[in-house]
């Protein structure tokens, strides 16, 4: 009688390359980057603008997610990461056939071939696209016009985000040159703050009393969604090694020390400066510690983490705080949520630091070369410091075109921005619907007319968030 195991046996369903734990991590870890952007960041940014501008945030997040999919399956997928076209850009083609999905996945301009189906990969892969387009969106909340988005996410998609991930992952010209990008660091985190600010620029500024004081609507639920952000990059940076290995538990633990630190760093400035922590900081400070660690997640030691949030908790602090103030462009430009500091900094940092920091013995683990290294570990490494300075001046200067384009582009047919009228009422005006429309029994709510009337006002300063868009004031050091 044979007594090979039931679960062993090879069957239509479980052909011989599959390896079960490594699929299972993989569509776990997708799933919880999915579960970052549905419902994370739609509950993050419907919480964290004014109350007026609740639904819009949250559905400008929505739609994205859902766009970026059926883009994703219709053509992004194999522009990013398929057969070349060019040395940036993949031929673009379906990933909807059933023979293409159910056999083992590949990326053709790499050594790349996990120990499961394509179907796993495509859909990991989508969830890092949409991610990326909504946190562009942080950038043009409050003013955007949500038919001009729905026509940005899609060519976003395509002209942009594409580009970005053949180049690095895909098997393009800086991948086979040796630009390290563990999971994202320029090719999310650069090119959504890049993209964000650039598209900021063209859309134009919120109305002047929306810029000069923008408090969040509900901080609570907002620690919700960034509670939601934090534990799903668990799979942001578990699922990039393809494998459910030593270098994803390796990422998943210097993950969470650097957004820790980061954090803590953060948290512990705002109170040196302002004297009194500021909740919103604290989310900030999370939100770059996890940008600066993703493009060396499981390439540098534990240590190294700290040194990660160290910087990234101080850096983009710095460039928030102060530098913004001190800077005409930067105070030109209306970036929302400050995505240009809490992304495209951290993730630079964060890029820079790897060619500085990685590890001789971890990179072997996963890179193409097993040789890489970062410059604290060898002369040579200098070499990989200036391959990620090269690669995030590419990232860097493909978004600011692109995204300039598809601005331009979208303006000649559709406004970019709402029209004064709309920005005055919020959700109301342009969703014919509000976030907390009613108090009691059908009734809206009149602060005159129900006797709770606890004062929104204190005698000691409001938080320099609220009452500058997020962004900070000017101190003199």
């Not at 630091?353 to 001789?360: F, H, K, M, R, S």
């Not at 009149?446 to 000017?474: C, E």
Request: glycine fraction near 10%; include cysteine.
């Amino acid at each position: 009688m044979d007594a090979t195991p039931a679960y062993s046996l090879v069957t239509p369903a479980v052909p011989e390359w599959l390896n079960k734990g490594d699929n299972a991590w993989q569509m776990t870890a997708a799933t919880l980057v999915g579960i970052q952007s549905m419902p994370g960041l739609v509950v993050l940014y419907a919480s964290i603008v004014k109350k007026k501008w609740a639904v819009n945030s949250a559905f400008m997040a929505l739609y994205a997610f859902a766009a970026v999919l059926i883009c994703w399956v219709l053509v992004g997928f194999r522009m990013a990461f398929g057969d070349e076209l060019l040395p940036f850009w993949g031929k673009g083609a379906p990933a909807l056939g059933q023979k293409y999905l159910v056999h083992q996945a590949r990326v053709p301009e790499t050594l790349i071939k996990p120990w499961y189906p394509m179907a796993s990969l495509v859909y990991f892969q989508f969830t890092f696209a949409a991610i990326t387009t909504i946190l562009l969106a942080g950038s043009v909340l409050g003013r955007m016009n949500i038919k001009a988005w729905m026509v940005f996410v899609p060519l976003w998609l395509v002209f942009c985000y594409t580009v970005g991930a053949f180049s690095l992952w895909g098997g393009g010209f800086l991948y086979h040159w040796g630009a390290i990008d563990y999971s994202g660091g320029y090719v999310i985190h650069l090119s959504s703050g890049i993209s964000g600010f650039t598209a900021a620029y063209w859309v134009g500024p919120r109305l002047k009393s929306d810029r000069e004081r923008f408090p969040p609507n509900n901080v609570l639920l907002m620690l919700a969604g960034a509670g939601l952000l934090w534990m799903g990059w668990s799979g942001f940076n578990g699922g990039a090694p393809y494998a459910a290995n030593v270098d994803a538990s390796i990422a998943v633990i210097n993950t969470n020390i650097s957004a820790a630190t980061s954090l803590l760093v953060w948290t512990s400035l705002d109170v040196v400066f302002f004297g009194k922590p500021s909740v919103i900081g604290a989310v900030q400070g999370m939100m770059t510690g996890l940008a600066c660690i993703t493009p060396g997640a499981g390439l540098v030691q534990s240590w190294a983490a700290i040194v990660y949030g160290i910087l990234s908790g101080s850096i983009p602090w710095v460039s928030m705080m102060i530098l913004h103030k001190k800077s005409s462009l930067l105070q030109k430009v209306d970036d929302t949520l400050g995505v240009f500091h809490t992304h495209a900094v951290a993730g630079l940092l964060g890029g820079l630091l790897t060619g500085l920091l990685a590890e001789p013995d971890l990179c072997a683990l996963i890179l193409k070369n097993p040789h890489t290294r970062g410059a604290f570990y060898g002369s040579e490494g200098w070499v990989q410091f200036l391959k990620q300075l090269a690669a995030a001046t590419f990232v860097i200067g493909w978004n600011v075109v692109s995204t300039t384009i598809i601005c331009l582009g979208i303006k000649l047919f559709i406004p970019l921005r709402m029209p004064d009228e709309q920005l005055v009422i919020g959700d109301d005006a342009v969703h014919g619907e509000e976030a907390y429309a009613l108090w009691g029994d059908g009734e809206k709510y009149d602060p005159t007319k129900h006797g709770w009337h606890a004062s929104l006002h204190s005698d000691t300063a409001p938080s320099p968030y609220i009452n500058n868009g997020a962004r900070g004031v000017t101190i003199n050091l």
